[in-house]
């Protein structure tokens, strides 16, 4: 057994150190999943990661890596750890800075799979109901519709949510005149707004038979540029 006096900072973050580089030559996204309390015990951490650190493996390993590392990144982060204010921060920190999406690379990644990923499902389940757009709506209030993810859940759609959808896209996203919608709404137009699964859902595919639910006979199929080429 080692000697409780054999500890020092120096020679605990040196093994530390050998451990990760040499022993078991761990790459970062390797370390970022096993690392934590469980971990150091079993290589007898335990007795200096108690003593130098308060218990802390992440203020071990960050006083190896200074700020290499995000406390919200290690996969075996403790329970208590999450407060809605991390959470938001940590979401923030990957979308604009680990990440740096944009907009529409955010709508189509952003899902429970990729928060998943980013060791945040644990989080969305405790504050948000397990809703990634009630996050994301936290983080960035009333900047996106919920139906602009690609990954809405298949449970999202129904038709007034669907025409509430077209209506918003038409009128206010893009602000089309009569003119304009009769030259640019077509199927392609429709996938790309992300309405194609209630399109086929509940109008069997036909773009004229959704935009005439929204709008009852205020516009001539044949009106429509894409009529020509059968949408």
Same mark, same amino acid.
């Given at each position: 057994?080692?000697?409780?006096?054999?500890?020092?900072?120096?020679?605990?973050?040196?093994?530390?150190?050998?451990?990760?580089?040499?022993?078991?030559?761990?790459?970062?996204?390797?370390?970022l999943q096993i690392y934590g309390q469980k971990w150091l015990n079993e290589r007898r951490?335990?007795?200096?990661?108690?003593?130098?650190?308060?218990?802390?493996?992440?203020?071990?390993?960050?006083?190896?890596?200074?700020?290499?590392?995000?406390?919200?990144?290690?996969?075996?982060?403790?329970?208590?750890?999450?407060?809605?204010?991390?959470?938001?921060?940590?979401?923030?920190?990957?979308?604009e800075e680990k990440e740096k999406l944009n907009q529409e690379q955010l709508k189509d %990644?952003? #899902? !429970?799979?990729? $928060? =998943?990923?980013?060791? +945040?499902?644990?989080?969305?389940?405790?504050? @948000?109901?397990?809703?990634?757009?009630?996050?994301?709506?936290?983080?960035?209030?009333?900047?996106?519709?919920?139906?602009?993810?690609?990954?809405?859940?298949?449970?999202?759609?129904?038709?007034?949510?669907?025409?509430?959808?077209?209506?918003?896209? %038409?009128? #206010? !996203?893009?602000? $089309? =005149?009569?003119?304009? +919608?009769?030259?640019?709404?077509?199927?392609? @137009?429709?996938?790309?707004?992300?309405?194609?699964?209630?399109?086929?859902?509940?109008?069997?595919?036909?773009?004229?038979?959704?935009?005439?639910?929204?709008?009852?006979?205020?516009?001539?199929?044949?009106?429509?540029?894409?009529?020509?080429?059968?949408?």
């Open positions: 057994m080692t000697p409780l006096n054999f500890w020092t900072k120096e020679k605990a973050l040196q093994l530390l150190r050998w451990i990760i580089e040499e022993e078991e030559k761990l790459s970062p996204q390797k370390l951490l335990i007795a200096p990661l108690r003593v130098i650190w308060d218990g802390s493996p992440y203020a071990m390993i960050n006083d190896l890596y200074p700020n290499r590392f995000k406390e919200w990144e290690f996969t075996k982060a403790p329970n208590n750890f999450w407060t809605k204010e991390k959470a938001l921060q940590a979401l923030k920190w990957a979308i %990644i952003y #899902e !429970k799979k990729w $928060l =998943t990923q980013l060791g +945040l499902r644990g989080a969305i389940q405790l504050y @948000w109901n397990d809703s990634p757009y009630a996050m994301i709506n936290d983080l960035y209030p009333n900047q996106f519709k919920e139906w602009e993810f690609t990954k809405a859940p298949n449970n999202f759609w129904t038709k007034e949510k669907a025409l509430e959808a077209l209506r918003w896209t %038409i009128e #206010e !996203k893009e602000k $089309l =005149t009569d003119n304009q +919608l009769l030259q640019k709404y077509t199927m392609n @137009w429709l996938k790309r707004h992300r309405l194609w699964t209630p399109l086929i859902r509940y109008w069997n595919g036909s773009p004229y038979a959704m935009i005439n639910d929204l709008y009852p006979n205020k516009y001539e199929k044949h009106s429509f540029r894409g009529y020509i080429n059968k949408y």
